[in-house]
């Protein structure tokens, strides 16, 4: 048996690789323990090697810290959330109140630069693997290198959100006598070096690896495009608000072109997948003849007013389907959990605990969910939902009317289910509107899967997109057409309403560039709560506007008593990136702080203000 330890210290600390696994069924690719203690000069020898590094890196992203950060730098910085009460956090406190020390270890970003140099490790000897064993083409080849390039831009796109200028890093580390310090890029050169990577890689990914699990759990080409669509509209958005940054390079508007380019492409690649799917399963007499459209491509939810008497079972078939399930036809790329050897303990710790349940570390805001809107059609509502919106009732719990804390119900329910009436007793229900909800729990096994991408983010990023190209009628209505799909899948009684036209969208109140803008970040909101885009949604904004100021208009709707001080502290655009963890900075002296942020156990500069 080969041994290996590696010692390597990407950046900061030490980190043993994993090695070892075997792609020996559909289903355990993410399931096998990882064995340790591997030689590095002894470990790359053939194609199993590289496989079993490749599942290294994709069983790393479920592992450790990273899930902890997806959340931690997407959503807790936003209006989504807010600490639990009675719950000591000081870190996640600090967070929440822009008071962002240096010493905070939510900003270590080791985990995301040791997955970098685990996907580095795999570029580099991926060709030395061609070269020696002659069962492992080029051609088999091409399709891993595009897996481990896309996983790499992928950490280097989170931490770019989360911290602006970054190093950007291509070089695999081995050894602690290797001199291994790169200073940061400034964004707009990362920017340019993930999009010219996944550019080269997108058209090699595999389009199919044989089952479902495979398909939706590791990095297809669809994967890729999705991807690079975010990458573009963050790209564009910067562009549009610092002119400077496109000079020698494409214009923004070539960016979300570029961006409308790659949703098209995943789009009509479901809607060929499904298609076939449909005609292998003979679901459809006779097959499907005709084109599919995007609307046949959502997975619908039912409104119950067809249904008769009390109790009658309606329909939310869509979460039931993507998050309880999981792996649905909508899915583009989500890690596999399985509730034994890999499990979803963040959604224990940071949203619900099923064994004593109650709430974790943060709750969703109850500016969001304290009340409902009469309609969508404002552009800042006080409250983001309408009362016929499904997904108020399915992302966060209800048990009472005159509860304050929304423990947030994504992840950790299976199964939602609506009904006509009211549900027998010892169901856990929400009765705050006319629609009445059960809640069925996971239980205590955490195997809800996490979701990168998904159908809904494809459709709002073209949506958002084709709002920024052009404030022409006919582009704005592609978008709200985008929109209104997204939105009439969970809003189906709001579409039934005869008697109440306006509780449905309506463009005419959404037909200029900024209300239309608006109007997608509410979207975007309604639909993405708790997936960790929140907060990274909020800067691209900004990023486009060139300011801060109309994003806290969203963001300060959560502070009751400080809302002048958050707006102060969060004033100028470097304020919206983190500060570098003081540990990364002494471990290498190239990296330099954002001055907006303090350096001190206690304080930040800005607290003062």
């Known amino acids: 048996m080969k041994r290996n330890i590696i010692k390597q210290s990407l950046l900061t600390g030490a980190l043993f690789m994993i090695g070892a696994m075997t792609f020996s069924s559909c289903e355990d690719y993410l399931t096998i323990t990882p064995t340790y203690n591997i030689v590095e000069e002894d470990f790359w020898e053939d194609k199993n090697d590289l496989q079993n590094a490749l599942t290294s890196c994709y069983k790393r992203l479920i592992d450790g810290d990273m899930m902890y950060k997806y959340i931690q730098w997407g959503e807790m910085r936003g209006d989504n959330f807010e600490k639990t009460t009675g719950v000591t956090a000081l870190n996640v406190q600090n967070l929440m109140n822009a008071n962002l020390l240096s010493t905070n270890g939510i900003f270590s970003w080791t985990c995301f630069y040791n997955e970098i140099n685990y996907c580095n490790k795999i570029l580099a000897h991926g060709p030395e693997i061609v070269e020696s064993d002659e069962t492992f083409s080029n051609g088999d080849w091409q399709p891993m290198r595009a897996e481990a390039v896309t996983l790499r831009a992928?950490?280097?796109?989170?931490?770019l959100r989360t911290f602006g200028d970054i190093p950007y890093v291509e070089t695999d580390y081995n050894n602690d006598s290797q001199d291994f310090l790169i200073a940061q890029s400034p964004q707009i050169e990362v920017l340019n070096n993930i999009i010219n990577?996944?550019?080269?890689?997108?058209?090699?990914?595999?389009?199919?690896?044989g089952t479902t699990v495979r398909n939706k759990g590791r990095i297809t080409r669809k994967a890729v495009y999705a991807l690079l669509a975010d990458v573009y509209l963050w790209r564009a958005s910067y562009k549009e608000g610092n002119e400077e940054a496109g000079a020698n390079g494409p214009s923004a508007a070539a960016d979300y072109q570029r961006c409308v380019e790659c949703c098209d492409f995943v789009i009509n690649e479901m809607l060929t997948?499904?298609?076939?799917?449909?005609?292998?399963?003979?679901?459809?007499?006779?097959?499907?003849?005709?084109?599919?459209?995007?609307?046949?491509?959502?997975?619908?939810?039912?409104?119950?007013?067809?249904?008769?008497?009390?109790g009658a079972l309606s329909s939310t078939t869509a979460y039931n389907a993507i998050f309880g399930t999981g792996n649905s036809r909508e899915s583009i790329f989500e890690l596999q959990f399985d509730g034994t050897q890999n499990v979803n303990n963040m959604e224990k710790e940071l949203f619900w605990n099923p064994t004593n349940q109650k709430?974790?570390?943060?709750?969703?805001?109850?500016?969001?969910?304290?009340?409902?809107?009469?309609?969508?059609?404002?552009?800042?509502?006080?409250?983001?939902?309408?009362?016929?919106?499904?997904?108020?009732?399915?992302?966060?719990?209800?048990?009472?009317?005159?509860?304050?804390?929304?423990?947030?119900?994504?992840?950790?329910?299976?199964?939602?289910?609506?009904?006509?009436?009211?549900?027998?007793?010892?169901?856990?229900?929400?009765?705050?509107?006319?629609?009445?909800?059960?809640?069925?729990?996971q239980g205590t096994n955490n195997s809800a899967?996490?979701?990168?991408?998904?159908?809904?983010?494809?459709?709002?990023?073209?949506?958002?997109?084709?709002?920024?190209?052009?404030?022409?009628?006919?582009?704005?209505?592609?978008?709200?057409?985008?929109?209104?799909?997204?939105?009439?899948?969970?809003?189906?009684?709001?579409?039934?309403?005869?008697?109440?036209?306006?509780?449905?969208?309506?463009?005419?109140?959404?037909?200029?560039?900024?209300?239309?803008?608006?109007?997608?970040?509410?979207?975007?909101?309604?639909?993405?709560?708790?997936?960790?885009k929140r907060w990274f949604d909020l800067v691209r904004y900004a990023q486009r506007n060139g300011s801060t100021v109309e994003m806290l208009?969203?963001?300060?709707?959560?502070?009751?008593?400080?809302?002048?001080?958050?707006?102060?502290?969060?004033?100028?655009?470097?304020?919206?990136?983190s500060p570098i963890y003081t540990n990364e900075i002494k471990n290498n002296p190239l990296l330099k702080q954002n001055e907006v942020w303090g350096t001190t156990e206690s304080t930040s500069r800005t607290d003062n203000i």
């Not at 990577?197 to 199919?208: F, N, T």
Request: with cysteine; hydrophobic share 35%.
């Open 359 to 441: 709430a974790g570390t943060i709750v969703c805001s109850s500016s969001l969910y304290s009340s409902v809107e009469t309609n969508p059609n404002s552009v800042i509502p006080a409250s983001l939902f309408t009362k016929t919106d499904y997904r108020k009732w399915e992302s966060a719990r209800y048990s009472r009317a005159e509860q304050t804390e929304y423990p947030l119900a994504k992840y950790n329910c299976s199964r939602i289910t609506q009904y006509n009436g009211t549900v027998t007793t010892g169901m856990r229900n929400s009765t705050l509107s006319t629609l009445t909800f059960e809640m069925t729990d």
């Open 449 to 532: 899967n996490w979701i990168f991408y998904r159908l809904s983010d494809v459709v709002l990023m073209k949506a958002e997109a084709l709002t920024q190209l052009s404030e022409d009628e006919e582009s704005l209505r592609a978008a709200f057409q985008l929109v209104r799909e997204v939105f009439k899948r969970s809003n189906p009684y709001a579409y039934q309403n005869v008697t109440n036209p306006t509780d449905s969208l309506n463009f005419d109140n959404f037909n200029n560039k900024t209300s239309m803008t608006q109007l997608v970040m509410n979207e975007r909101q309604r639909e993405f709560v708790g997936e960790g």
């Open 154 to 159: 992928l950490c280097h796109f989170y931490l």
């Open 197 to 209: 990577d996944l550019e080269e890689v997108k058209d090699v990914a595999m389009k199919d690896y």
């Open 273 to 310: 997948d499904y298609k076939e799917s449909l005609n292998k399963s003979g679901a459809i007499l006779g097959g499907v003849t005709e084109d599919l459209k995007l609307e046949d491509l959502f997975i619908q939810n039912v409104s119950s007013t067809s249904m008769v008497g009390i």
């Open 553 to 577: 208009k969203y963001l300060t709707r959560k502070y009751t008593d400080n809302q002048r001080a958050i707006e102060a502290k969060l004033a100028s655009m470097k304020s919206l990136f």
